[in-house]
Structures are given as C-alpha cells and as structure tokens.
C-alpha cells in the first residue's frame, strides 16, 4: 500500500468505468457517457485518466434515522477514495427503516438489493462502498455487491451512544419489551413508557444492543467485507470518521487489485460468521440475511449448517438482550477482532480467509484478546455453553430456529425442569393468525392461556405476511404478566426482533401459507417439543393430520391476505422461504454479473 494515490499507469489495466468514459471504439457513446458527468465540474481528463471510480452506496436519510450520519461520514469516505486517486460517485439505495415501514422493513431488503445490483451493473463503477447500518441495510448491499461482483467493501455506520435511564443501561428494542409488559402490568404510566423508551435512542447510529444491526455489521465484518474493528465503533466516535476515510482509501487499492466478493465470501468465511454470531449472541434474523447472501455468491449454506457449526460456540459478548452491557462498552472491550481472536485460540475460525484489508482473518485478529473480560468472556468462561441456533423440526415445519442463548431460568424452571425428561416439554397451543388477532385476543380468558400453554401464531412468513413479521415473540396475557410469568414458549412462521430476549421458535419453513404443518394446528391441539432430538410435533396421529391438510385443500387452502402494493405481489409470486434466504428466486441464477 502506498500514501500516495497511486497513478493508473502504475497499473496496466483497464478500468470497468473506462468502458464508459473511454472507449475508443465508440465515441460516441463515449461521449453520450461523458459529457453530463462534466456539467458537475469534472474534467475530462479526470474521467478520461483512467482514476478508478469508486461508488458510495448511500443508505442514509431523512427516512432512515439509523443510517443517516452516513450522510456526513461520506465525505471522509470521499477524502479518502481522493487521497488515494480515485473519483467518488455517491448515489442513493431505496431507504430501509427498521422501525417506520409497514408493513415490515424486511419487505424492503430485496428491493433495494434490486435496486443497488441495477445501478452497480449499470453505472461506470469500478467499486462500491457499502454503508451500512440498520438491519436489512446490510444484508441488502452485500447481496447486490455478491451478485454485481466489483470490488466492494462495507462501512458500517455504527451503533448510537448507550442509553441510560435512571441509572439504568436502556438498550434499543430491548428495553421496549421491558417496558411495555411494566406498562400493560400497570407499573407505569405512558408518559413514563414513551420516556423509557426514547432514552434508548441518546445519539445517531443503529441500535446499540446486539439486535439485527450489531448483528449484522458485526458479521460483514467476521465474513471480511469491511475493515477490522469496523463495525462496533460507535456512530459519534472520532474513530468512525477515521474509518470512513480508511474504507475510502482501501476501496480505490482493491480496485487495483481487483479484489471481489467472490474472492472473500468463501464457504470458510461462512462458517467464521456462523461462529461469530454464536459467540456475539447474534440475532435471529442472520440465518436469513447469511443464507441469501451466500445464495447469490453461489456458495452452499443451509439451515443445518448453522446447528452444525454454530451451536457448540459459546455466548461470550455480555451485551444485551442476552446480557447487560450495550455498544460502547462492546467497542471499548475490543469489539469483533477481540472475539476473533478467542475464537482462534480455540481454533474454532478458519484464519486463512481472506478479507478486504488484502489481510487473512488470522493475520487481523490473532493475538487481539479483550482485557475487558466481563463484556468479551473467556471461552472458557463464557456467558453461557453451546448458544448457537438449534434446528427443529417435525410435522409442525420442515425446519424452524431457537435461539438458546436467551433461555432464562424462569423459562427453564418451568419448562425444562422435568428430571425424567429434562431437554423437552409439552403443552396446549393457543393458535394466533397473526399479529392483529393476538393483539385482539391474547387477553380473552376464554382462550385458557395459563403458565403452560404454548403460542403459536401463523400467517406471518414471507408469503402471509409479505416479507415476513418480526412477531413471533408474543408477551403473556396481562393476567400471567401480573402474577410474574414473564414469557410463554412462543413458535411461528415470521421472525422476531434481534433486540428480544425470548428463546422462541421461529422462522418455521415452510411458513402456513405455503402450506406448511403450522397451517393444520388447531387451538386445544397437544405440542411437544424436544430440544435434544431437535422435534417439533403436533400430538396427532398421520391419518388426522392429512384429513386435516384434505380439509383445508378442500376450503381452497390457507387464506393469503391481499397484497396492499405491487411489490408485495410482485415479491410474493417469487420468494422463497426463510430458510432459503427469502431470497427473490428469478434472481439466484444471476452471479458475478459485472462486465469487466
Ligand atoms: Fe434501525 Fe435497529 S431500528 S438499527
Ligand atoms: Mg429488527
């Protein structure tokens, strides 16, 4: 690496955008490219010069509160792809916000990937930054980049300040579910509730618990698309902006060395994301986000492989919504490197991978060991033993995910507890079609709900819900609330917050309106669930089961609501379950589309 922009000559090589701004033999065309990316005061030797054109893919807006610093961090991106000779193009990605669309953000991921694998194909570029940040932001870019394949490298945009309240860590998302169980119980008032609540968001950033945005970045930068160290730094550091102008200047050298996804996003770097995010308590939206990433880079993942090489990796991040801390003090104890590296001294992380930095994995983080052992444990001395994701299945789903890292004892004690059959249980389901009929009914003492009944709730996969509902964890009724039972098994086809700490079973594939088991349950139906063997039965017998699935064929199948938007319907006539990535099945087959 050199300090100085490098000059093109140095390199021999024929740019991707020169295709556009440079082509002898269509001057024409050439100058149809060229002339209106003058008219903002560049030259033409500057295009003509053969200076790498580096886009910023900008998620940040007024709609997009977690992204939007990346609005300003971009021109430190910008200094840097100068400093090092390149020409920045910064353009705009479909916004994502977690928290304001409806009906859900997830919805949107695929959009925007669409949307971003257009302009990366179709635009003189010859890399991209990636900001990224809030939770579907990420998955997004890095698909279309997987798909598009110019070299790309993400910026993770960073989590908000920690928040506090009277004392009190307040995380996002995290302490919304506190919250409002106080509040339904009547412990507080709703001025108190909303005030609660917003103490959690002190700064810019994304949520500054180990939600799906932690989650996320923390991943691209375990699967080596963004610097080491990247994606903990909080938004308001210094440091965030020196990073911004270190990924600007790292973008323009891996153009020159022609450094792609594909070269990055292995089946090893994979597998270094599945163990990371056990390790960080990661959320239950990565399965999705990871098996659609790798779908577009053409690399073979499953539901499976995340039980079979994530499960046994211990929780060792104390952050919260399976610990106590939040952001700050993550990036203070040494942040992804810092978890790396304990991984490596159990040899648990292929260290050959090769990331964005031109570096191997090992090479970044070996050695990097956290001093802060209450936020980064010992592997052996972790938060909690085995806390990846356990794949069950049965004739309620084909598969469907449990994160057990946040079994709490109160869950345990009542649930898991039995001596002659300690690793199962077994109770009544109480059937929701969805989040509108829970929040009418959960409180109806009609349904029986008491400390044993299992919930279920359908309708809210990819299909039924379009784009699949963060629903699944489901509070008790008040009544259970105020006797102090805290959580019911929850089990479903949509997904649930990264920012929940209940231990549901969720993503279930294929969801009711793909004609899943889940469609057949009925209120009063018996369940059991065993986590040792990885089931998950209604207790019924085969033959009722398909008079059931002959009833329901015969009332014309499981009822699918409306689509309120062309791309809802557009989306569903093509998505495939979660555990296929909910990826846009059309789209699969096109990869490593760049011309060179
Ligand atoms: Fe945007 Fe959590 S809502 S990061
Ligand atoms: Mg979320």
Not at 5 to 33: C, I, V
Not at 240 to 267: C, F, H, M, N
Not at 391 to 412: C, D, P, W, Y
Request: glycine fraction near 12%; aromatic fraction near 6%; charge should be negative.
């Amino acid at each position: 690496m050199s300090g100085q922009g490098d000059q093109p000559e140095k390199h021999g090589r024929k740019l991707r955008s020169q295709l556009w701004f440079d082509n002898p033999d269509n001057p024409g065309m050439t100058a149809l490219y060229l002339e209106r990316y003058l008219n903002f005061g560049l030259t033409r030797a500057e295009l003509q010069s053969g200076k790498p054109i580096i886009g910023i893919a900008q998620t940040g807006s007024d709609l997009s509160p977690c992204n939007r610093h990346h609005l300003d961090l971009a021109k430190r991106v910008r200094e840097g792809i100068n400093a090092m000779g390149g020409i920045a193009f910064e353009f705009p990605v479909h916004p994502i916000q977690e928290t304001g669309k409806r009906p859900t953000a997830a919805l949107d991921r695929n959009l925007a990937y669409l949307g971003l694998v257009e302009v990366l194909y179709g635009y003189p570029l010859d890399g991209v930054v990636l900001t990224t940040g809030c939770d579907k932001t990420t998955p997004a870019c890095i698909m279309a980049a997987a798909t598009v394949n110019i070299p790309a490298i993400v910026l993770s945009g960073g989590p908000m300040l920690n928040g506090w309240w009277n004392g009190e860590r307040t995380g996002s998302g995290t302490v919304v579910w506190k919250a409002r169980a106080q509040h339904a119980a009547g412990e507080i008032d709703y001025d108190t509730f909303m005030d609660i609540v917003a103490s959690s968001a002190p700064s810019v950033g994304h949520c500054n618990t180990m939600g799906t945005a932690s989650t996320m970045n923390g991943l691209a930068e375990a699967l080596g698309m963004s610097l080491p160290g990247c994606a903990a730094i909080p938004a308001p550091y210094r440091e965030r902006g020196q990073i911004a102008y270190e990924t600007g200047r790292r973008a323009v050298e891996i153009v020159w060395e022609d450094l792609k996804p594909s070269d990055i996003l292995t089946r090893e770097a994979f597998e270094n994301a599945i163990r990371v995010n056990s390790a960080i308590g990661g959320s239950t939206n990565a399965p999705i986000h990871l098996n659609a990433i790798a779908r577009h880079v053409g690399v073979p993942l499953t539901v499976d492989d995340w039980q079979d090489v994530g499960l046994d990796i211990p929780l060792l991040v104390n952050l919260q919504p399976a610990g106590a801390y939040l952001g700050e003090e993550f990036h203070r104890a040494g942040g992804i490197p810092a978890v790396v590296a304990e991984l490596i001294a159990e040899g648990k992380i292929h260290e050959g991978a090769l990331t964005v930095n031109g570096r191997s994995m090992g090479e970044n983080c070996k050695g990097k060991i956290s001093w802060d052992r209450e936020v980064i444990r010992p592997y052996s001395d972790p938060m909690k033993e085995a806390a990846g994701f356990l794949v069950l299945r049965g004739n309620l789903f084909n598969n469907a995910i449990m994160k057990t890292s946040v079994i709490s004892q109160e869950f345990h004690d009542r649930f898991l507890s039995n001596p002659d059959d300690p690793n199962a249980f077994e109770g009544r389901a109480v059937v929701f079609e969805g989040p509108e009929d829970y929040h009418h009914r959960i409180d109806d003492a009609s349904l029986g709900i008491d400390e044993y009944t299992l919930l279920f709730i359908r309708g809210t996969g990819p299909l039924g819900y379009p784009g699949g509902a963060e629903v699944v964890n489901m509070q008790p009724p008040a009544a259970l609330l105020k006797k102090g039972i805290n959580a019911l098994p929850c089990i479903g086809d949509g997904r649930q917050s990264g920012t929940s700490g209940s231990p549901s079973i969720l993503n279930a594939s294929p969801e009711a309106a793909a004609g899943g088991g889940l469609s057949l349950l009925k209120t009063g139906d018996r369940v059991r669930i065993d986590l040792l063997k990885g089931t998950a039965d209604i207790l019924i017998s085969d033959a009722e089961l398909n008079q059931r699935r002959a009833d329901m064929q015969a009332h014309g199948g499981f009822p699918m609501p409306q689509s309120q938007t062309p791309w809802q319907e557009i989306q569903r006539s093509m998505v495939e379950q979660f555990d296929e990535g909910m990826v846009l099945k059309p789209a699969v087959k096109y990869q490593r589309v760049a011309q060179t």
